[in-house]
């Protein structure tokens, strides 16, 4: 499942980095519909499976009785904002890079000749990296899916 999702992830980043085509990795409705329900049937199973496992990850071995209920709410915000971040990493990388390339190719028409081929060879270097930041960024959402996967068991 989870390579799936990596190949599902990287090739509609790939489809970013068409000039003016947003990818549907860059929406958050689509990136918090992909992290929602894989957390939440994470949750899901392992309160259902390994309910004592879950109670102890929510305080760390070692911490004072004084300080278990504070742990208690930390971890759970902890666990509840997961799916969150990872739907906000995915799209806030993909917007940020697909604009900056927007933005520059917007301003070559109003450029002189010598400084336009600048700004090819800026517009080239970026393309690259944005190739890496796509397969970068689909490598994360698979693996902290697999690592959250990991610890409800």
Do not use: D, K
């Amino acid at each position: 499942i989870f390579i799936s999702l990596f190949s599902l992830i990287l090739f509609n980043n790939f489809l970013g980095l068409f000039p003016y085509i947003f990818t549907s990795t860059s929406h958050l409705t689509f990136t918090l519909a992909l992290a929602l329900p894989l957390w939440f049937s994470f949750m899901i199973y392992g309160w259902i499976n390994h309910t004592q496992h879950m109670f102890a990850h929510l305080v760390p071995q070692g911490t004072p009785p004084i300080l278990m209920p504070f742990m208690v709410c930390i971890e759970t915000i902890s666990n509840i904002i997961r799916p969150g971040t990872l739907a906000v990493r995915l799209a806030a990388n993909m917007i940020a890079g697909h604009l900056l390339l927007t933005l520059l190719g917007n301003t070559g028409p109003s450029l002189a000749l010598p400084i336009l081929s600048f700004l090819l060879i800026a517009q080239i270097a970026l393309l690259i990296l944005e190739s890496a930041v796509a397969i970068i960024q689909s490598y994360v959402f698979a693996v902290l899916s697999t690592l959250y996967a990991s610890e409800v068991n």
